[in-house]
């Protein structure tokens, strides 16, 4: 059963825009933590944003500070990260991912139990 269900990527220029989504049910919505994470060809699989139930605070990793944005939209059930000003070090295969929300804000892949299909994001130079 899909539970993350992923959409947005794709091939822009150095410089340029893209918008990635993510659609949860209710009550993964409701309850979990959700984020972005990336993988790059050849590497581990890093935090990128996250957003917080309630009050949504976020968080970013210091690469993409300044030029994503993630926000979460209740009444579609949605995550989205908005990427700007990408660069070709954004290229990667993101992944929506959700985990269980008490009260802590984890930043680390393994502490995330649901994951989308991922997303190929190619920003050429």
């Known amino acids: 059963q899909v539970q993350l269900v992923e959409s947005g990527g794709g091939l822009v220029q150095a410089g340029g825009s893209l918008r990635l989504s993510c659609a949860a049910s209710e009550y993964i919505f409701n309850n979990y933590l959700m984020g972005w994470f990336r993988q790059a060809p050849g590497k581990e699989r890093e935090f990128v944003a996250i957003i917080t139930l309630g009050v949504a605070n976020t968080y970013y990793s210091d690469s993409v500070k300044g030029r994503f944005s993630i926000s979460r939209d209740s009444a579609k059930n949605t995550v989205y990260l908005q990427m700007n000003s990408l660069k070709p070090e954004d290229t990667a295969v993101y992944y929506c991912?959700?985990?269980?929300?008490?009260?802590?804000?984890?930043?680390?892949?393994?502490?995330?139990?649901?994951w989308g299909q991922g997303t190929q994001v190619t920003v050429s130079s």
């Open positions: 991912a959700a985990h269980l929300y008490a009260g802590v804000v984890h930043t680390a892949a393994e502490e995330y139990n649901l």
